[in-house]
């Protein structure tokens, strides 16, 4: 990866910790326990929303200095973030073309997460549209860009955009790999998102504008649900 771009954000060792200790807990932690807490008294969009809520106010807390000095280097420039967060999204779903093609050439078309996702925007479409374009875009923007991403592009840039990469895969499909290993086949389907992501906040020096961006394609989506939805 020739030509890097100088990368200037950096979330201190505080900041650090607290982002990647979250991580567990967020993954796998509170949906297990409030599952079990809550079950019979609340479905899974409301658990998944009140994970997600968690988490945002812990992001608020914990990285609340991290995500001022952010926005400001987004007001510092505002046009160049706004053009990369466009092109980002426009490399997103290019890569989402062909990824997806190839998945189907494999006959791997049912992403189990995606389809967890359209089951609770049936239950629920307006806590579901809260938590993928609101609170998700938060959370995972500062456990995997701010976080991981950050943390290992100090050191090498090639290792932390596979990890990132990787991890941000993983977390989405490995609840459904441990009944199903080949469902781990399906983290193919976030390298376009999580690469864009990745350089978008490259690109940028602004987490802020990994979140516009993660909130923009979350929000499609759920509007291509909520479309399809009427039409059923």
Not at 74 to 94: H, K, N, S, T
Not at 167 to 180: C, K, P, Q, T
Not at 191 to 219: D, Q, V
Request: with cysteine; glycine share 6%; proline share 3%.
């Amino acid at each position: 990866m020739k030509n890097a771009p100088e990368f200037t954000s950096r979330m201190s060792r505080g900041e650090t910790a607290a982002a990647l200790a979250y991580l567990p807990i967020h993954a796998a932690v509170l949906p297990v326990g409030l599952t079990l807490l809550l079950i019979g008294r609340r479905d899974a969009a409301d658990i998944n929303f009140i994970v997600y809520l968690i988490g945002a106010v812990y992001m608020l807390i914990f990285e609340w200095k991290f995500l001022r000095r952010e926005f400001y280097s987004l007001c510092d420039r505002p046009l160049e973030c706004f053009v990369q967060i466009l092109i980002c999204y426009g490399l997103m779903l290019g890569l989402n073309l062909c990824v997806n093609s190839l998945m189907l050439l494999l006959n791997f078309d049912s992403n189990p997460n995606n389809n967890a996702v359209s089951d609770l925007a049936e239950v629920k479409m307006g806590a579901t549209a809260a938590m993928a374009i609101f609170l998700a875009p938060v959370v995972e923007e500062l456990i995997f860009r701010g976080g991981v991403f950050g943390l290992l592009r100090r050191r090498n840039r090639l290792l932390a955009y596979v990890v990132s990469i990787l991890v941000f895969g993983l977390y989405h499909i490995w609840s459904s790999a441990i009944e199903n290993p080949m469902d781990l086949i399906y983290i193919i389907q976030y390298i376009p998102a999580s690469y864009a992501l990745c350089r978008c906040y490259e690109r940028t020096n602004s987490i802020w504008a990994g979140i516009f961006l993660h909130m923009l394609n979350n929000g499609v989506a759920i509007k291509a649900l909520d479309f399809l939805g009427g039409m059923a």
